[in-house]
């Protein structure tokens, strides 16, 4: 049975329970989200060919360090790194290293800061350089998946319609959504209930309510939905070797919709794409 909480009075770990916050956690979070959603528009003219994701992961560093902030990658489970960088096959999770980019990659940048005790999280895709038509479109159809699913979010609603718009959209453009990873509770913890899955139906999931905070996050393929973990533990990839896509916001649910913690402030929200 599903059970919500003030998140004043909640214990600092991941319960099951679904934390409710208020008005003093959204400012918070609106906070950090901007911190992070900033980052994300630095790095739309750092993204380049020959420019490796090691560069990227130090400036995303010495960013949040500048305004007071800590990456919340950074030494969570092993992870040695501030962001994640994943290109073309890779899914999720990859790992900054000293291999530059070429032209016609796309990379997916993910951060989290954590300021004042909050967790602003978002990921963008960024096309290096000039690339091919089929990458295009997998992120025009990618951020249209997360834009159509966060306009499912109101109170009332369960998690499940989040997943149906995202679904229903990803495979009418004959592309495949990815099963193994999923959005979730933030907030004061990086990651919290509850579960945010990017496909399924509307009468499924919990119901929504005035007061979460989670984030929308679909990973998106032109082949086929499955992927695999690497040796290292983290980085997650088609097993078909498809490009895969993912774009990420963070949202707090409202009396009559949500926010969108994380939206650019210089409306790059899709760096590279008109």
């Not at 934390?19 to 956690?25: C, I, K, M, Q, T």
């Not at 919340?72 to 899914?91: D, E, F, M, P, Q």
């Not at 016609?104 to 038509?133: A, F, Q």
């Amino acid at each position: 049975m599903v059970t919500y909480l003030d998140a004043a009075t909640a214990p600092t770990r991941n319960t099951g329970q679904i934390r409710l916050y208020g008005e003093e956690a959204f400012a918070g979070m609106r906070k950090a989200c901007d911190l992070t959603a900033r980052c994300l528009d630095e790095l739309a003219d750092m993204v380049r060919p020959g420019v490796t994701t090691e560069a990227i992961d130090r400036f995303v560093f010495e960013f949040g360090m500048d305004q007071g902030a800590l990456p919340a990658t950074l030494n969570y489970r092993g992870y040695t790194k501030s962001s994640c960088t994943s290109i073309n096959h890779v899914v999720c999770h990859g790992i900054p290293d000293a291999k530059p980019l070429k032209d016609g990659d796309i990379v997916n940048i993910d951060v989290t800061y954590i300021l004042d005790g909050w967790h602003g999280d978002s990921s963008r895709m960024y096309p290096v350089g000039t690339i091919k038509r089929a990458a295009e479109r997998l992120l025009e159809v990618t951020h249209e998946c997360l834009m159509r699913g966060i306009a499912a979010i109101r109170p009332g609603a369960r998690t499940g319609a989040i997943g149906a718009a995202i679904q229903s959209y990803a495979e009418s453009e004959r592309c495949s959504v990815v099963r193994d990873f999923c959005g979730h509770g933030v907030g004061q913890l990086f990651h919290d209930a509850p579960n945010i899955l990017h496909y399924g139906s509307s009468n499924e999931g919990v119901e929504m309510r005035p007061g979460m905070i989670f984030t929308v996050e679909p990973m998106i393929n032109l082949g086929r939905p499955h992927v695999k973990v690497l040796s290292d533990g983290w980085t997650a990839v088609t097993r078909d070797r498809s490009l895969s896509a993912q774009y990420e916001h963070t949202i707090g649910v409202t009396e009559s919709g949500c926010e969108i913690f994380t939206l650019s402030p210089k409306g790059l929200d899709r760096p590279g794409l008109a």
